[in-house]
């Protein structure tokens, strides 16, 4: 099993920024990938980024330019730089880990609140 501890989210106006944070701990396979997808009241839940183990990256068209997903394999962390954030980035963001290997796994985080507002 792996466990997902998300941070970071928060209270912001438009045109602000945060960084959210999901450290993964338990059974890591060299093969996998970390993303993070968000989920808005009345909507389903949708793709923000992913990235792999070896730093490969995937957007949401609608984040391309203003969010950043990196990761920090020796702390086993995947964050999400928010900038040039907008009313409708407003969601409750889940952290998401997929395992690759002889037995496939995903996990998913608590999820962590993040309102854009004036």
């Known amino acids: 099993q792996v466990q997902l501890v998300e941070s970071g989210g928060g209270l912001v106006q438009p045109g602000g920024s945060l960084r959210l944070s999901c450290v993964a701990s338990g059974s890591i396979f060299r093969n996998n990938v970390m993303g993070w997808y968000r989920q808005a009241p009345g909507k389903q839940r949708e793709l923000v980024a992913t990235?792999?183990?070896?730093?490969?990256?995937n957007y949401a068209d609608s984040v391309k330019g203003r969010f950043t997903i990196s990761r920090d394999n020796a702390k086993n962390t995947v964050y999400l730089q928010m900038g040039s954030l907008k009313p409708e980035d407003t969601a409750a963001y889940y952290c998401n880990f997929r395992n690759f290997g002889f037995r496939e796994s995903e996990s998913w985080g608590q999820g962590t609140q993040v309102t854009v507002s004036s």
């Open positions: 990235i792999t183990n070896s730093g490969g990256t």
